[in-house]
């Protein structure tokens, strides 16, 4: 398995990817608009032996509190169903931390299921000091941080870039 940056001949597939796993095309609009309107920091594919796009990660900056401390989001994340459950998503995570961490970004948050992503780190984001906009279980809404202490001096509520109200 491959796991690279996105290339622009990729944006088909990932489009494509997008629309086969989740159940509306939401995920794949959202994708294309950070993409269309710079928000996309870092974006992750996996690619089988093939060459076949099978996975997808994408993370793009959050505002923290009133100011922009270089947090990003993680989302969306997917694989294909037939290569689910041969931990091509915890590469792609994996790749995408260290990318970040070697960038200089401080954290990342996400909005998922804390049974999964915590086996990466993450931590409820409360214990930061932090709180998602949107009306979410509180546990759901987890954070992690690169360097130890990221979030002292960033609290409140974050927010993420205005192309997820469209979700």
């Keep these: 398995m491959l796991i690279r940056s996105e290339a622009l001949a990729d944006q088909l597939a990932i489009d ?3 629309k086969n796993v989740f159940p509306t095309e939401a995920e794949a609009a959202l994708v294309r608009a950070l993409r269309e309107n710079g928000h996309n920091t870092l974006s992750l594919v996996a690619c089988n032996d ?3 796009l099978v996975g997808h990660l994408m993370f793009s900056p959050v505002q923290v509190g009133e100011s922009d401390t270089g947090v990003q989001g993680l989302a969306p994340l997917c694989v294909h ?9 915890a590469q792609l995570v ?3 931390f260290d990318t970040l961490n070697e960038f200089g970004y401080p954290a990342c948050v996400v909005l ?3 049974a999964y992503y915590s086996r ?8 930061f000091g932090l709180r998602c906009k949107w009306d979410v279980p509180a546990e759901a809404f987890m954070a992690f941080e690169f ?3 990221a ?3 960033a609290s409140g509520e974050v927010a993420y870039c205005p192309e997820f109200d469209a979700l």
């Design 16 to 18: 494509r990817l997008l």
């Design 50 to 52: 093939d060459g076949e």
């Design 81 to 89: 169903p037939d290569y689910r459950q041969q931990g091509i998503a």
């Design 94 to 96: 994996r790749e995408g």
């Design 112 to 114: 998922g299921d804390p």
């Design 120 to 127: 990466f780190g993450f931590k409820p984001a409360s214990g």
């Design 147 to 149: 360097a130890k202490g």
């Design 151 to 153: 979030f002292e001096q």
